[in-house]
């Protein structure tokens, strides 16, 4: 069983944010050149009360000549998700 979260401060939920964020961007930039990318709004949004609630929201517009598969913005939020929970245990978890 996993420990619990500690209690989440305001600057917490900015770094878990852009963590998040970050994941997000990064495994896009490494499966999509820049050049083919038009446009990239990664929105995260968290809210914490009991347990901590994650929604992760990424508008991508890409060239229209890009090869990109049009599953890489799940496969960027699946992504995120996957690399949270280690992020969690080793600097929020009590």
């Known amino acids: 069983m996993k420990n619990k979260l500690k209690n989440l401060t305001q600057e917490d939920l900015n770094q878990i944010s852009d963590f998040i964020s970050s994941s997000a961007q990064n495994f896009i930039s490494q499966k999509v050149s820049q050049k083919e990318i038009n446009d990239l709004d990664i929105k995260v ?43 969690l245990d080793l600097n929020f978890r009590t």
């Open 45 to 87: 949004e968290l809210s914490y009360d009991e347990k901590l609630e994650v929604d992760i929201t990424i508008d991508l517009s890409l060239d229209d000549l890009s090869s990109a598969s049009p599953d890489i913005v799940d496969e960027a939020i699946e992504h995120s998700f996957e690399v949270l929970e280690p992020f």
